[in-house]
C-alpha cells in the first residue's frame, strides 16, 4: 500500500469519524438550534449551480479516489469522466466565488459578521446576515484556494515547462490537494446538514 | 669486563642474528602474502581473460581438429580448429555457454521473446517461427524434423558456430563425418581485419564445409572445393591435397607470409567488435512502396554519436552478452545489469542532474505526464520506425539473409514481417503491462488437427504427399515474373485432400493468415480462429531515433491521441506466403488489448485541448485572483484591527 493509498484512507476515515462524533456530541442541539434560526435560502439559479458543482466534485472524487484507493493509476473511462467533470466543477466553483466572496468576505473587521460569538460549525449560532456563518467561511476559503491549487497543477501539467520531476511534484500536489478537498467537503456537507436540520 | 664484553658482544651479535632472522622471516611472510594475495587475486581472473585493456596481438599455433600442428606446407592442408587453435587461451567450453551458442541447451533460461529463425519453404507456403529457446509461439525444430544437421544447413548461414554445429546428431541424413563439425568462429565477431569475409562463411556452409568454414572467411588462407560432392565415406584426413583436388573436395592453401618464422598466423583480432561485424547477422532492412532507401535513413541514434554494440551489449569470456531489457538484471541476478538499460543509462542513480553512463543526456520529457512510463516502454515513443497507417514490411539479415544477392530478397519475398506493430508486453522488471514496438510474423504451416493441438508437419513431408499439386507455375513474362508466386486457395484445397488420403487420425490443416483452414467437403475450406494461427511477434530496441523525432517529442500529443492514429489504429495485415484473398487486417489497439471507442472519444479530447485549457487557464488565473485579492484583504483587516487595538493602548 502507497502513502497515500494509507494517507487517503486514514484522513478520509479519520474526517468521518470526527464529524460523527461531533454529531453525536451537540448535533441534536445544533440542528434544533438550525432550525429555530432565520434562512436566507439561495435563489434558483444559485442552486442549480451550486448542485452542479456539488455533482461535479462528487463525480471527481469517485473518479480519482476510487483507483487511488486501489492503488491504480487513473486512466481509460474513468480519466476520461474525471477530464470531462473538471470543468465543470472549476467553473462552478469561479462562478461561485464571484457570487459569494462578497457575501462571506475573510471578515475580521471588528463588528464583521464573522466575528460575532459562536463557534465554527454552528450554523444556528453564526449565521450572519450575509447568510454564511464562520465555519462555511473558512471553508469556502479553504475550497476556493483548494481548488485554484487543482487547476492550475493539472494545467501546468499539460504545458511544455515542467520535466518528470516538476510532473511529478505537480502531480502530489494535486492529489494530496484533492484529498484536502474532500475532506473540506466533508465538513462543508455536515454543516450543510446541520444548518438544514437534518439531524 | 671482556667477558661481559664478549658477553655482550655475543649477546649484541645473537640479537642482531634474532632480529636479521625475524626480518627474514617477516620479508618472507610478507612476500609470501604479496604472492598468496597476487596468486588469489589472479585466480579471479577468467582464464584467457587478460586484464588489460590494450589489444592483445593474436600470433596464434595452429591445429587442426585432431591436434595436429598447421603450417603452410602440411599435406594435407588442414583448416584450423577453433576449439583448439583458440580453446588454448580461450576456455572454449566456457565460450560455448555464452548466448550466442546456447540455444539448445535446455537448463539455460530463453529471456524475453526475441527473433526466432524462420523457417520459409516457398512451395509449401510455410512461415514458421522456430526456436531452441521455448519463447511462446515459437516451435522446437525437432517439431518440423530439424535435426542439427539440418538446422545448421538452414540456419548456419547466419549462425556464428558452435551450439547445433557441435550437438549429437543421429540424423541419418547427417553428413557431419564429412563436414566436420561447425565450430565456434571467434573471428565472425571478432576479426579486426577489413578483408574478413562473412559471406565466405554462407558459401561454406551451402558446400557442407563446415570444418573449413572459420578458415573461409580469413585471409590466412582460402579453401577451394565442396565437402557435398564428395561420398559419405570420404575422411579429409586420410586424402592427400592432390586427392581432394580431384574428387573436387575442399582443400586449404595457407597463405605463408601469414605465419612467422615460429609458424605462428596472424590474427588481427579485437575485443570489442565493430558494429559492422554485428551488422552482419542484426541487419534490419525496411520493404514496400514508400520506404525511403537505405541512404535517406539514419542508423540507430548511439551508432550516429559514436558507440558501439558493445559499448552496451557486454559480456565477460561467458559471453552472457547482456540484452539489456528491463527485468533481466532480475533474472540472472546481476542488479548492476540494470545500468545498461535505456532508464539505468539514461536515468542513472545519481543526483537529479546528473547523466547517466557514457554521458548519456538525461531526457526532461517536458510536458508528459509521468502516467506515460507505466503505460509504455521507453521504446515505444524513441525505437524503431516511427507508426505508420499500416504496418510496413521488414526484412532481416537472419530471416532474409539480406547480406546475399538473389531473389529471396526481392520486396516480395517471404517470411513476411511486420513492423512496428505496438504490442502489449509484460514488463520483466516488475510484472507490469505496457505498449512496446514489436516486430511481428504471421505462423503458416502444414499440421494435423487432434483434438485442440495442432502439430506441424515439416515441407519435406508436405511435399512428398503433394509433390504434383505443389508445383510451381511458371512465373509469367515481364514485370509479373519479379512478384511472387503464392500457393493458391485451390492448391491448399488438393493438398488437404492428398494429406487427409494417408491415414494418421488426425485431421490435416493449413495454418495461415490469422487462420486454421480445414476442410469442409471435397470443394470447400473453412476457416476458423486457432491459438496456433495468432502472432509471434518480439519487442524493437532498435534503431533507436533521436529524441527529437520521439513520439510526442515537444508536446505533439496527437502524434498518437489522434483519431485513426497509426500508434493505435494503423492496420497490421496477416500476411502468409499463400494466397488466401485479402488478409486480413487488424489494428494496433487489438494488441495493444485498448477499448477503440475510449481511444477514439480520448482523441478527441485533444481536438478541444487548446480551448480547455485556454478556458481552465482562465479559471484558474481568475481564482487564483479572487484568493489573492482576498488575502491581501484579510492582510488588511488584520493590520487595521491591530492599528485599532494599538491606537487604544
Known amino acids: 500500500m502507497t502513502t497515500f493509498q494509507t494517507i487517503t484512507i486514514l484522513a478520509g476515515g479519520g474526517a468521518a469519524a470526527v464529524l460523527a462524533l461531533h454529531f453525536l456530541a451537540a448535533g441534536r442541539r445544533l440542528c434544533r438550534e438550525a432550525k429555530a434560526a432565520p434562512r436566507r435560502p439561495l435563489g434558483r439559479w444559485q442552486r442549480l449551480l451550486y448542485a452542479v458543482t456539488i455533482l461535479s466534485l462528487l463525480v471527481l472524487v469517485f473518479t480519482g479516489f476510487w483507483p487511488a484507493v486501489r492503488g491504480e493509476p487513473l486512466r481509460g473511462w474513468l480519466l476520461m469522466i474525471h477530464n470531462s467533470a473538471a470543468p465543470a466543477f472549476a467553473i462552478g466553483l469561479l462562478v461561485l466565488a464571484f457570487l459569494w466572496a462578497e457575501r462571506r468576505p475573510a471578515g475580521l473587521r471588528p463588528g464583521a459578521a464573522g466575528l460575532r460569538p459562536g463557534g465554527a460549525g454552528a450554523p444556528g449560532a453564526t449565521a450572519s446576515a450575509t447568510g454564511f456563518g464562520r465555519g462555511q467561511r473558512l471553508i469556502f476559503w479553504a475550497a476556493a484556494l483548494l481548488a485554484t491549487t487543482l487547476v492550475l497543477t493539472m494545467m501546468f501539467s499539460m504545458v511544455q515547462i515542467f520535466g518528470t520531476p516538476g510532473q511529478e511534484l505537480l502531480f502530489e500536489i494535486h492529489r494530496y490537494s484533492a484529498l484536502a478537498m474532500v475532506l473540506v467537503a466533508m465538513v462543508h456537507g455536515y454543516l450543510v446538514a446541520l444548518a438544514r436540520g437534518l439531524g | ?649
Open chain 2, 1 to 649: 669486563m671482556s667477558d661481559k664484553s664478549t658477553n655482550t658482544n655475543g649477546l649484541k651479535h645473537e640479537t642482531m642474528r634474532n632480529v636479521i632472522a625475524t626480518a627474514a622471516l617477516a620479508a618472507l611472510g610478507l612476500l609470501f602474502s604479496a604472492s598468496t594475495a597476487i596468486a588469489a587475486e589472479e585466480s579471479q581472473q577468467p582464464p584467457g581473460e587478460p586484464a588489460s585493456r590494450s589489444t592483445h596481438v593474436h600470433h596464434v599455433v595452429l591445429q587442426d581438429t585432431e591436434g595436429n600442428k598447421i603450417t603452410p606446407s602440411s599435406d594435407p592442408t588442414m583448416p584450423f580448429s577453433t576449439r583448439l587453435s583458440c580453446g588454448k587461451c580461450h576456455d572454449y567450453k566456457t565460450v560455448g555457454g555464452g548466448w550466442h551458442f546456447n540455444a539448445p541447451d535446455p537448463n539455460v533460461a530463453p529471456g524475453r521473446p526475441a527473433q526466432p529463425w524462420i523457417l520459409v519453404n516457398r512451395r509449401t507456403g510455410t512461415q514458421l517461427p522456430v526456436s531452441y529457446r521455448p519463447w511462446p509461439g515459437t516451435y522446437r525444430p525437432a517439431d518440423v524434423g530439424l535435426t542439427p544437421w539440418k538446422f545448421v544447413s538452414t540456419f548456419g548461414r547466419h549462425m556464428p558456430g558452435g551450439g547445433p554445429g557441435e550437438m549429437p546428431d543421429d540424423d541419418p541424413q547427417s553428413r557431419w563425418l564429412v563436414s566436420g563439425k561447425l565450430e565456434i568462429n571467434c573471428q565472425t565477431c571478432h576479426s579486426g581485419d577489413p578483408a574478413h569475409d562473412q559471406v565466405q562463411w554462407l558459401l561454406a556452409i551451402s558446400e557442407q564445409n563446415f570444418m573449413w568454414a572459420p578458415l573461409a572467411t580469413t585471409t590466412i588462407g582460402s579453401v577451394k572445393g565442396s565437402a557435398r560432392r564428395v561420398p559419405d565415406t570420404y575422411d579429409a584426413f586420410m586424402e592427400s591435397n592432390q586427392q581432394a583436388a580431384s574428387k573436387g573436395a575442399p582443400v586449404v592453401t595457407y597463405d605463408a607470409a601469414k605465419f612467422d618464422a615460429a609458424g605462428r598466423a596472424y590474427f588481427n583480432t579485437v575485443h570489442k567488435p565493430a558494429p559492422a561485424r554485428c551488422y552482419f547477422c542484426h541487419t534490419n532492412h525496411r520493404v514496400g512502396p514508400g520506404t525511403p532507401e537505405k541512404w535517406e535513413t539514419d542508423e540507430d541514434v548511439h551508432l550516429a554519436a559514436g558507440l558501439t554494440c558493445a559499448d552496451c551489449h557486454r559480456n565477460s569470456l561467458d559471453h552472457q552478452i547482456t540484452r539489456n531489457y528491463e527485468g533481466e538484471a532480475e533474472a540472472r541476478g546481476k542488479p548492476d545489469l540494470a545500468a545498461l538499460t535505456c532508464r539505468g543509462c539514461h536515468l542513472g542513480d545519481g543526483p537529479e542532474t546528473s547523466s547517466g553512463r557514457l554521458g548519456a543526456p538525461r531526457p526532461r520529457h517536458v510536458g508528459l505526464p509521468t502516467l506515460h512510463f507505466e503505460k509504455l516502454s521507453c521504446t515505444a515513443c524513441h525505437s524503431g520506425p516511427a507508426p505508420r497507417d499500416r504496418a510496413g514490411r521488414v526484412q532481416t539479415s537472419r530471416a532474409h539473409a539480406i547480406e546475399f544477392h538473389g531473389e529471396h530478397r526481392g520486396d516480395d519475398a517471404p517470411p513476411y514481417i511486420a513492423e512496428p506493430v505496438f504490442v502489449k508486453q509484460v514488463n520483466a522488471r516488475d510484472g507490469h503491462e505496457e505498449i512496446a514496438p514489436h516486430r511481428m510474423i504471421w505462423p503458416a504451416f502444414w499440421g494435423r488437427l487432434k483434438g485442440d493441438a495442432i502439430t506441424p508437419l515439416s515441407p519435406d513431408a508436405v511435399i512428398d504427399a503433394a509433390d504434383k499439386i505443389l508445383e510451381t507455375k511458371p512465373a509469367p513474362e515481364g514485370e509479373a515474373a519479379k512478384k511472387i508466386t503464392l500457393i493458391s486457395r485451390e492448391q491448399i484445397l488438393e493438398t488437404l485432400k492428398a494429406l487427409a488420403a494417408a491415414d494418421t487420425g488426425a485431421e490435416p490443416v493449413y495454418v495461415g493468415g490469422g487462420k486454421v483452414h480445414r476442410l469442409a467437403g471435397d470443394t470447400q475450406l473453412t476457416s476458423a480462429d486457432h491459438p496456433a494461427a495468432r502472432p509471434y511477434s518480439w519487442p524493437i530496441a532498435h534503431d533507436v531515433r533521436p529524441a527529437t523525432q520521439a513520439l510526442g517529442y515537444g508536446g505533439r500529443c496527437t502524434d498518437c491521441h489522434a483519431r485513426k492514429s497509426p500508434f493505435f489504429f494503423g492496420e497490421v495485415a496477416a500476411e502468409v506466403p499463400a494466397d488466401l484473398g485479402k488478409p486480413e487486417t487488424l489494428a494496433m489497439h487489438h494488441f495493444e488489448k485498448l477499448d477503440p471507442t475510449a481511444l477514439t472519444v480520448w482523441a478527441l479530447t485533444f481536438e478541444f485541448r487548446p480551448v480547455f485549457k485556454a478556458m481552465l487557464f482562465t479559471v484558474g488565473g481568475l481564482m487564483a485572483a479572487i484568493v489573492i485579492l482576498y488575502a491581501f484583504r484579510a492582510l488588511g483587516a488584520i493590520l487595521r484591527w491591530v492599528g485599532a487595538r494599538s491606537a487604544r493602548g
